[in-house]
T-cell receptor
C-alpha cells in the first residue's frame, strides 16, 4: 500500500524567503509527526498532530515555524523568513492512533537548503 | 540521553546473517525495543519491535535477552541493499513517548 509521501523532495531557497513542506500520511493514520534531521545529527522532534489538532508543538524551534493539518490527513509545515540554520532534512511520519509506543512510518523527507 | 548503546559500525558478507547488538540496561518493564534503519538519503524505515518475547517478520528477527537488558537484530541473509545505519531505540512510556530519538546507530556495510 501507499506509504507516507512528502513534497517537494528537495527545496533550495534564499535566506529570508518562506517555504512550505507537504506531508501525505498513510491513509487512515490519525497521528502525524514532523521531525528534522541535520547533516550527521540525530532526529529532532518538531510537532505531533492527533487528527487536526496539535497537542504537542514543543519541538518547534521558533515562531517562524508553524504547521497545520486539514481533514485529518495532509499536513503542511511552513517556515517563514528562512535562515541558513534551517537547512536540514524535514521528515514526516504517521501512525495509526498516536499517543506513544506506536510504530511510526516515515516519508522520504524534504531536503531543504537555505542559501 | 542515550538509553541504548550500539557499536558504531559493522561489516557483513553478502548472503551471511548480520547480527546487530544493542544494550539497553536501564529499560523499564513497559518499554518496547524498536529497530529502524536509514538507508543513505532516505527516511527512516521501521524494521521490527518487541517487548520481551523474540519476534520475527519478513525483514528480520529480534532476540531479546531474558533480563531485557540487551537485544540482537538479525538479518538472516544480508544483501547489498541492507547497507544502512541501524537504530535501536527504547520507546519511553508516558507523556511524550511518541517523540522518537535516534542515537548514532550502527553503520552496517554489506560487503560483496
Amino acid at each position: 500500500g501507499a506509504g507516507v509521501s512528502q513534497s517537494p523532495s528537495n527545496k533550495v531557497t534564499e535566506k529570508g524567503k518562506d517555504v512550505e513542506l507537504r506531508c501525505d500520511p498513510i491513509s487512515g493514520h490519525t497521528a502525524l509527526y514532523w521531525y528534522r534531521q541535520s547533516l550527521g545529527q540525530g532526529l529532532e522532534f518538531l510537532i505531533y498532530f492527533q487528527g487536526n489538532s496539535a497537542p504537542d508543538k514543543s519541538g518547534l524551534p521558533s515562531d517562524r515555524f508553524s504547521a497545520e493539518r486539514t481533514g485529518g490527513s495532509v499536513s503542511t509545515l511552513t517556515i517563514q523568513r528562512t535562515q541558513q540554520e534551517d537547512s536540514a532534512v524535514y521528515l514526516c511520519a504517521s501512525s495509526l492512533q498516536g499517543g506513544g509506543q506506536e510504530t511510526q512510518y516515515f516519508g522520504p523527507g524534504t531536503r531543504l537548503l537555505v542559501l | 540521553d542515550a538509553k541504548t548503546t550500539q557499536p558504531p559500525s559493522m561489516d557483513c558478507a553478502e548472503g551471511r546473517a548480520a547480527n546487530l547488538p544493542c544494550n539497553h540496561s536501564t529499560i523499564s518493564g513497559n518499554e518496547y525495543v524498536y529497530w529502524y534503519r536509514q538507508i543513505h538519503s532516505q527516511g527512516p524505515q521501521y524494521i521490527i519491535h518487541g517487548l520481551k518475547n523474540n519476534e520475527t517478520n519478513e525483514m528480520a528477527s529480534l532476540i531479546i535477552t531474558e533480563d531485557r537488558k540487551s537485544s540482537t537484530l538479525i538479518l538472516p541473509h544480508a544483501t547489498l541493499r541492507d547497507t544502512a545505519v541501524y537504530y535501536c531505540i527504547v520507546t519511553v512510556s508516558g507523556a511524550g513517548s511518541y517523540q522518537l530519538t535516534f542515537g548514532k546507530g550502527t553503520k552496517l556495510s554489506v560487503i560483496p
